[in-house]
Nanobody, 116 residues
């Protein structure tokens, strides 16, 4: 059974940091591109960071320089370190696994709220 389980969300003050984690199971993790998306209320789900099977990374302009995605294939984990958080970073953050568009899996998401 495929599972992606996000953790690490919560309430964070503006300027603060948060580290999100995604634990994967049930599929060959190392062969999948892993990504983080987010969805704010009333908005579409947007890609914010991705990491390929060869550790190549990409970031949305809105988070570039503030966010780092990393993966640990031995632990089947992908993390998202977010720094200098802003109120507009408030969203539900989703973990995504994708293999060449043939197979795609989603987690249920974790809420990050940036507020003082």
């Amino acid at each position: 059974q495929v599972q992606l389980v996000e953790s690490g969300g919560g309430l964070v003050q503006p300027g603060g940091s948060v580290r999100l984690s995604c634990a994967a199971s049930g599929f060959p993790f190392s062969t999948y591109t892993m990504s983080w998306y987010r969805q704010a209320p009333g908005k579409e789900r947007d890609l914010i960071a991705g990491i390929t099977t060869t550790d190549s990374t990409n970031y949305a302009d809105s988070v570039k320089g503030r966010v780092t995605i990393s993966r640990d294939n031995a632990k089947n984990m992908v993390d998202l370190q977010m720094n200098n958080l802003k109120p507009e970073d408030t969203a539900v953050y989703f973990c995504n696994a994708n293999k060449l568009g043939w197979y795609e899996y989603w987690g249920r998401g974790t809420q990050v709220t940036v507020s003082s």
